[in-house]
Nanobody, 122 residues
C-alpha cells in the first residue's frame, strides 16, 4: 500500500508559477511510475505528466509542454510538478497517482492522492 499526499496548490494570477509536491508514505514508491492528472469542475480527469521510477523518462501532455515539468527525488519519496506560465484553463484539482508502468491512462495507476486545488485567476 502506498499513501500519496499532494500539496502546493493555491490561488495564482495568470502567468504565475506553482510547484506541486506528491509525498509518499507507508510503503516506498520504489519501482513505481508517478503521474499527475487534473480534473476541472464538470470535466473528466485528464492526464498531465508522468515520470518513470528512475526519473530518466518523462512525458507531458502537449498543452503543458514547455510550461510544466515533472521531476522526482526518490531519496525524499517525493515527486514534483513545476507549473510555470499558468493559464486560467489550468484551473483544476491536481492528483498524483502511482502505478507499475508509465502511462497516460488513469486506469493503469493503482494508488491516488486526495488532490490539491489549483486556481488561476486575476
Amino acid at each position: 500500500q502506498v499513501q500519496l499526499v499532494e500539496s502546493g496548490g493555491g490561488l495564482v494570477q495568470p502567468g504565475g508559477s506553482l510547484r506541486l509536491s506528491c509525498a509518499a508514505s507507508g510503503r516506498t514508491f520504489r519501482g513505481y511510475s508517478i503521474a499527475w492528472f487534473c480534473q476541472a469542475p464538470g470535466k473528466e480527469r485528464r492526464f498531465v505528466a508522468t515520470i518513470n521510477w528512475s526519473g530518466d523518462r518523462t512525458y507531458h501532455r502537449d498543452s503543458v509542454k514547455g510550461r510544466f515539468t515533472i521531476s522526482r527525488d526518490n531519496a525524499k519519496n517525493t515527486v514534483y510538478l513545476q507549473m510555470n506560465s499558468l493559464k486560467p484553463e489550468d484551473t483544476a484539482v491536481y492528483y498524483c497517482a502511482a502505478g507499475q508502468s508509465t502511462s497516460t491512462s488513469a486506469s493503469l495507476y493503482d494508488y491516488w492522492g486526495q488532490g490539491t486545488q489549483v486556481t488561476v485567476s486575476s
